[in-house]
């Protein structure tokens, strides 16, 4: 047996035993975000919200407990909740001993409140604190992490529990769900292999428009797994259902806050109507069996409550819902009933069912980037190419303001990548050959072997990070500065 079946045969038995009990534990996890705001204040306004990063213990289940760093000793972080427009000032007081560096993510924020090293925002320094000041937009789901690299510490950056959900909301919100819920799929206690089982496999009859005519014979190098996931901060089973009533309909707001797995997730019984990727609203809300969401990335889906019972919300991967990937979902007076798990019918994502169909303005210029994967061996870990190179490249990509720009990127490497821009929105063009129009996103899976293409219009002058939102990925090469000219 080995350390994984261990520590997944002690998780189903605390599973088994918990699955009786209720704790209130995902209520506190969306705790309102005046409750971060206790903090005395030093600056002549006072901040809107206070976060301090600090080491804590995240109980997943009962004598489950690991060990992180977190913001306000909560895991997800307080929900922060602004209108769009708003001037919002964040006091950030950092309680370890390393300079740390908060990324709000899909936000127009200028590169020195960014919360990227890269593109010279000043760090919050180690035992001080930093005020991050900006007006949030644009309206949507929008979220906050370390943005701290972690290269082989797997107790730094994304690996730790420094991450929350940043809802702005719109003017406008016609308001048509009766509950409204917060989801954050992570994993814990990360370690590296180089057998990874618990990958999403390609599927076979996926085209692979970029796949070299010979296989690279190079072995891998060592890649981030990890025994243990959760919803929010608990286990599948361990916390508080999801309650529910018939007829009902559930806004869920699903973030994939983990540092290195791509996860599918279903509902038993149910379909998402999904209306919005990361925060967006998309052209042609669909119903879907299946929602497919990369590290970054944001799905908003509708839920209609019609099918009663006691179900199970969680990955498809039946390895990563045994431990613990899922939330139980209960319908009212149902309680005695075990819940189910019913795999779904169709487990295919198309991000292009969501868009429309109409032609794009001509770009102004086309940017070719080739990601290629150097294989790390046994012993090592695998290093990332863009254009050849690893980051810093000798000269930066170049945008010249009020350009559109298409950016077509060719995965060259047997994995899939989440691939992020920082500051802006793009517009999915094609994926996979397949043409798109109206989709905003700000992270994207790029398939194996997979080419995604997608316009930009560089409006928001500055430097700007552009990266694979794996941690180990980007940690080792794979990330690229644009510069405006
Ligand atoms: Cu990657």
Redesign the pocket.
Known sequence: MNRRDFVRLGCATVIAEGAGKLRPAFAQSLAHPMAAALEPETHERAADFTLRIAPMTVELAPQVVISTIGYSNKVPGPLLRVRVGQRVAVEVVNDTDVPEYVHWHGLFVPSDVDGVEEEGTPPVPPHGRRRYQFVAKPAGSRWYHSHTAAMMDLHRGAYTGQFGFLMIDSANDPGLYDQEVFLALREWEPFLTTIDPDEEQPNPSDPTPEKPATPDPRPNGLEVSAPLYSINDKILGAGEPLRVRLGQRILMHLLNASASQIHRIALSGHRFQVIALDGNLVPAPQPVDVVEIAPGERVDAIVEMNRPGVWILGALRNVARQSGMGIVVEYANQQQQRAQWLPPQKARWDYTIFGKASPHPVPDQTIDMVFEKVPGGPHGINH?LVNGKEYPHQREFLFRQGGRYRLVFRNRSD?????HIHRHLFELVEFNGKPTAGIMKDTVIVPAFGRVSVDLVADQPGLTLFH???QQ??DFG?KALFRYT
């Open positions: 990332w994995d899939s990548h989440p691939l694979c939102h794996i990925h980007m794979f």
